[in-house]
């Protein structure tokens, strides 16, 4: 399965704190996404990162990006109770047909 | 801009029932679209990938007879789960790729939840 590995599976902290997800994947990329997902909603993209790139920043979010350990992280700087939803990782694999592989998330809980 | 509508939102409906849902990409053409399961707390699997005027390509284990899906134009991919029972009972999310838009980059609808009875 190329499917790829987040970790943790589930984090909870404190609003004001920065969380840190991460996610692994098995072959070449072209790019990474992370994208949100609130119970039971559909999917909203945060950020694509390509495989050239190594880091990428949107507003409170900053994206690392390691080829070489096939990694990548999402870090949520000074949380709000609103961040809490699953975060996923979705790599489009090189060679492949733009279909995305996604990652089996990190739920994410920020208490207030 | 890049709005990709769903409908319905949520469906019940009895087993054996076929069940059609619509993914709509509103203010953009999309030449493919997606479409993923969600079982609960899981992540998305692909289904299927679906380009105007041609057949959908069928992720391997995914009955192509009970999934049947048809893009019928750059902005309706329709997925008709047949003779429906209770184990097809997911979150059916679908994408659009943007015709002119980045590789990779898609654009997610709010999903259907599926029960059947």
């Known amino acids: 399965s190329q499917q790829g590995e987040e970790d943790p599976q589930a984090l909870s902290i404190q609003e004001g704190e920065n969380a840190t997800m991460n996610c692994s994947y098995k072959t070449s990329i072209n790019n990474l996404q992370w994208y949100r997902q609130n119970s039971g909603r559909g999917l909203v993209h945060l950020i694509l990162?390509?495989?050239?790139?190594r880091e990428k920043h949107s507003g409170r979010l900053r994206v690392t990006l390691d080829t070489s350990k096939k990694s990548s992280s999402l870090l949520i700087t000074a949380s709000r109770a609103a961040d809490t939803a699953s975060y996923f990782c979705?790599?489009?694999?090189?060679?492949?047909?733009?279909?995305?592989?996604f990652g089996k998330g990190t739920k994410l809980t920020v208490n207030p | 801009g890049a709005v990709v509508s769903q409908h319905p939102s949520w469906v019940i409906c009895k087993s054996g029932t076929s069940v059609k849902i619509e993914c709509r990409s509103l203010d953009f053409q999309a030449t493919t679209m997606f479409w993923y399961r969600q079982f609960p707390k899981q992540s998305l699997m692909l289904m299927a990938t679906?380009?105007?005027?041609?057949?959908?390509?069928?992720e391997q284990g995914v009955e192509k007879d009970k999934f049947l899906i048809n893009h019928a134009s750059l902005t309706l991919s329709t997925l008709t789960v047949t003779s429906a029972h209770p184990e097809d009972s997911s979150f059916y999310i679908c994408?659009?790729?943007?015709?002119?838009?980045?590789?990779?980059?898609?654009?997610f609808g709010p999903g259907t939840r599926l029960t059947v009875l």
């Open positions: 979705a790599t489009d694999y090189r060679g492949g047909s733009e279909k995305l592989v």
């Open positions: 679906s380009n105007e005027g041609s057949k959908a390509t069928y």
């Open positions: 990162i390509r495989s050239n790139e």
């Open positions: 994408s659009a790729r943007v015709l002119a838009g980045a590789r990779g980059e898609q654009f």
